[in-house]
């Protein structure tokens, strides 16, 4: 699991005390305040997912969509920095919508690339060891498991991102839906996530997004998947 509870400036914890951040935007702002957020390089070409999401769509959504996140994330920390200098908490705390947003944004797809794999390697299929044993433990099956994630996917109205997610205390695995782009934080640890954003999909599905919660399954890397199991 990306590691993503570092510090925060000063800035952003009057913020907090003044309860103008929400958790899933302070989270958001801890891993980039020593530097600039950069997008992260695939470990795979743009058209190794085909046929189940096309090169275009992946180019697009790693070079443009992502790549909005990270610059938004970059411009919201620069304004916060510039309030912090000049001990403005008020201006730190208005940017606080952005930085989520941004954040999140840039969160969610590091972690989304990350669990995406060749169907050709490490992609689709089942888990298997400790993480799958959990998964039938908690949901009844694997099938069972998929089936109610894709509900979820398909309960989604607008935009925004279905997670299988880790109870940190309790070990048990669920299924959480967040809005827009809304980082999983708190007692939840995100294991693998589904963008159900209309640019994940929509150049290749159109209006079928049923069909792409379908085929994504195909190149769901669970080896990483497993490995932020066995982390958090």
């Known amino acids: ?34 530097g600039k957020a950069t997008l992260p390089d695939l470990q795979y070409d743009y058209g190794a997912l085909e046929p189940y999401i096309s090169g275009k769509i992946m180019e697009l959504h790693h070079k443009k969509h992502h790549q909005t996140y990270v610059t938004g994330l970059n411009t919201a920390l620069e304004t916060i920095g510039e ?23 840039h969160l969610n797809h590091t972690l989304f690339w990350e669990n995406l794999a060749p169907a050709s390697r490490e992609g689709g299929g089942q888990p298997d060891g400790a993480l799958l044993k959990s998964i ?13 994630m894709n509900t979820a996917l398909a309960g989604i109205q607008g935009s925004g991102w279905a997670w299988l997610a880790k109870d940190k205390q309790s070990g048990t695995l669920g299924i959480i839906t967040r809005a827009n782009q809304d980082p999983v934080s708190g007692p939840y640890a995100p294991l693998m996530g589904i963008d159900a954003w209309e640019h994940a999909y929509y150049l290749q599905y159109e209006n079928r997004k049923a069909e792409y919660f379908d085929a994504i399954w195909n190149v769901i890397n669970w080896k990483t998947v497993a490995s932020r199991f066995e982390k958090a």
């Open 83 to 105: 309030a912090e200098s000049k001990g403005d908490f008020t201006k730190a705390a208005t940017v606080a919508p952005l930085l989520n947003f941004h954040g999140g944004g």
């Open 136 to 148: 039938n433990e908690d949901f009844g099956s694997f099938d069972t498991f998929r089936k109610q």
């Open 1 to 34: 699991m990306s590691s993503v509870l570092l510090r925060t400036t000063p800035a952003v914890r009057g913020a907090l005390r003044a309860g103008a951040l929400r958790p899933a935007a302070a989270a958001a702002s801890t891993s980039f305040v020593r």
